[in-house]
């Protein structure tokens, strides 16, 4: 885990820390609540909702704290957090996406955006941020939002590759040599 002493609270464009899990402590600012249009695991439409952390040196990073229905924005709220509280959170580091030409300008007046850009956000509410968002993995964190985090269970089996490789080669090479031998008799013959 990635210690706070370490974050890279300062821009740039290297993406190293990218994924890795982090635990920042700070208080939330609830007046600059977003709405990140997003569609669930399951297809459903729904909002990511961000907040910035400003952690305990005054330094500010944007939470994903987790998902909710499209229909559920008008109740939802924040009662849950209190910004007098220092929360602890654990999760995984994204970093700030890149404006491409298809995806929408965000709509400020519903606070409903299209992109993580911490360039953006970061114009729109007058503050400096890191350019990692934080992506909260911890399920129960929140009761009231869903949060998405499905860490991959790929094998990582270096040896049945090779083994299978090495097969597949001897396979081709005994073809080759059988279609080889078969054009030298027909020439025989």
């Known amino acids: 885990m990635l210690q706070l002493e370490k974050f890279p609270f300062e821009g740039g464009i290297d ?29 459903m439409s729904g909002f990511e909702i961000v ?59 519903a606070s409903i955006w299209y992109l993580l850009n911490t360039d953006e956000m970061d114009n729109f509410h007058k503050i400096e941020s890191s350019s990692y968002i934080l992506k909260i993995t911890d399920q129960n964190k929140f009761e009231n939002l869903l949060i998405e985090f499905e860490p991959s269970n790929i094998r990582n089996n270096h040896l049945q590759y090779a083994v299978t490789w090495f097969l597949l080669s001897i396979v081709i090479l005994i073809m080759y040599i059988y279609y080889i031998r078969q054009g030298n008799t027909e020439n025989e013959v």
Request: negative net charge; hydrophobic residues 40%; proline residues 5%.
């Open 51 to 109: 907040l910035p952390l400003k952690t305990e040196d005054a330094k500010y990073v944007y939470v994903i704290l987790g998902w909710i229905p499209y229909d559920f924005k008008e109740k939802f709220n924040l009662d849950f957090i209190d910004t007098n509280k220092e929360f602890i959170v654990n999760g995984a580091l994204i970093y700030s996406k890149e404006r491409k030409p298809l995806i929408p300008d965000n709509e400020y007046s």
């Open 15 to 43: 993406k190293e820390f990218e994924f890795m899990q982090v635990e920042l402590k700070g208080f939330f600012i609830k007046e600059k609540l977003m709405y990140f249009f997003k569609s669930n695991l399951n297809g």
